[in-house]
T-cell receptor, first 110, second 111 residues
Framework: AQSVTQLDSQVPVFEEAPVELRCNYS??????LFWYVQYPNQGLQLLLK??????LVKGINGFEAEFNKSQTSFHLRKPSVHISDTAEYFC????????FGTGTRLQVFP | DTGVSQDPRHKITKRGQNVTFRCDPI?????LYWYRQTLGQGPEFLTY????????KSRLLSDRFSAERPKGSFSTLEIQRTEQGDSAMYLC?????????FGPGTRLTVL
């Protein structure tokens, strides 16, 4: 069965600092991987996705992620965060449905 | 294209009452998904449709829950005899391929 683990429930960081949100997945078959962002009282917005090809994936708002098959990881990174990046971030894997991690709350301080 | 819409956005009900939520997917999307998200957790899969056929139901979906997609367009999710544990955000998503597009959700509060 597939599963997704987000290792950090909260990540505090100062504005303009780099950030990495960690995600590990497990699956017995090939998976597609996603990162979503959720602002308060809103639905989920897709940041980026890995389907195949290049292991470095670039998404919206300056985010990128690297697919590492040997470490079964798909960590999300941003070189310089803004206050507006404060939100909940979810990693998810897909076979015929999305399986989400428990989320990481990114809190950006001025 | 107006995206995925859900109605109502908020619902407060008393324990034991029935509630029904509606989801309108992106028009050309053939797959429609329902997820439930409780506070501090990621969304959990409930069920999905391909056109009008309900292809999979999670074990989370008790007998009190029923979902329909009668003409392969909009979908409804009904909860009968609501319980306080049903309080959550109910998210709908639609897709044509792998990528799913989410609606804003319906927040249910059961008193």
């Amino acid at each position: 069965a597939q599963s997704v683990t987000q290792l950090d429930s909260q990540v505090p960081v100062f504005e303009e600092a780099p950030v990495e949100l960690r995600c590990n997945y497990s699956s017995s078959v090939s998976v597609y991987l996603f990162w979503y962002v959720q602002y308060p009282n809103q639905g989920l917005q897709l940041l980026l996705k890995y389907l195949s090809g290049s292991t470095l994936v670039k998404g919206i708002n300056g985010f990128e992620a690297e697919f590492n098959k040997s470490q079964t990881s798909f960590h999300l990174r941003k070189p310089s965060v803004h206050i507006s990046d404060t939100a909940e971030y979810f990693c998810a894997s897909y076979t015929d449905k999305l399986i989400f991690g428990t989320g990481t709350r990114l809190q950006v301080f001025p | 294209d107006t995206g995925v819409s859900q109605d109502p956005r908020h619902k407060i009900t008393k324990r034991g009452q029935n509630v029904t939520f509606r989801c309108d997917p992106i028009s050309e999307h053939n797959r429609l998904y329902w997820y439930r998200q409780t506070l501090g957790q990621g969304p959990e899969f409930l069920t999905y449709f391909q056109n009008e056929a309900q292809l999979e139901k999670s074990r989370l979906l008790s007998d009190r829950f029923s979902a329909e997609r009668p003409k392969g367009s909009f979908s409804t999710l009904e909860i009968q005899r609501t319980e306080q544990g049903d309080s959550a955000m109910y998210l709908c998503a639609s897709s044509l391929g792998v990528e799913q597009f989410f609606g804003p959700g319906t927040r249910l509060t059961v008193l």
